[in-house]
């Protein structure tokens, strides 16, 4: 097995640590892997991106053009790498940051709509678990135990209490994925 893939939006919305969360829970899992994340001079509001790749082999590369699975959270990042996915490969969006939803017809995509969630939870903060949850559900690369155990490993102590409401928020995010389009 070996999944390579991109997560990208603005700064601020979770996208390396979501990347840095995958990453953690499959080397738990004892796979191989890399976490690329690439970002403007931003921390918040500029664009933001992170390659992860998860293989059952030694990986040769963390360097990709191409993707199986897409996570986009915004719509300058579905414009820059919508093309980029592999046909057949895994688009996933959420609709408050795509104002023109995907177009291509060779893609398994997917809606979630994570930041209305975070906002009825109250918790903008659970955006990036419930998206890695919408993820999770369609493209099960690792056991949520295994991102609960990587948070654990991960979080400072100062944000250990917040847990229990990231692991809600992944499988909340299971719930409220929607397949638009099968390829």
């Given at each position: ?132 949850g919408g993820l999770l559900k369609v493209r099960p690369l690792v056991r949520v135990e295994d991102i609960i155990r990587s948070l654990v490993k991960t979080l400072p102590e100062r ?8 692991e809600q928020a992944l499988l909340r995010g299971m719930d409220i994925i929607r397949q638009e389009h099968s390829a």
């Amino acid at each position: 097995m070996k999944e390579e893939l991109i997560i990208a939006g603005f700064g601020g919305q979770g996208v390396l640590s979501m990347g840095k969360t995958l990453a953690y829970g499959a080397l738990m899992e004892g796979r191989e892997v890399t976490w690329m994340p690439a970002y403007g001079p931003e921390q918040r509001g500029g664009t933001a991106n992170v390659t992860v790749i998860i293989s059952d082999q030694p990986i040769s590369s963390p360097i990709l053009s191409t993707f199986d699975t897409a996570i986009i959270l915004n719509q300058p990042s579905l414009e820059r790498f919508q093309d980029a996915i592999r046909p057949g490969g895994t688009l996933i969006y959420d609709g408050y940051g795509i104002m023109q939803p995907p177009t291509r017809t060779d893609l398994n995509i997917y809606r979630i709509d994570a930041m209305d969630e975070a906002a009825e939870m109250r918790n903008v903060r659970a955006f990036n678990m419930l998206v890695l949850g919408g993820l999770l559900k369609v493209r099960p690369l690792v056991r949520v135990e295994d991102i609960i155990r990587s948070l654990v490993k991960t979080l400072p102590e100062r944000h250990q209490h917040l847990i229990p409401m990231n692991e809600q928020a992944l499988l909340r995010g299971m719930d409220i994925i929607r397949q638009e389009h099968s390829a």
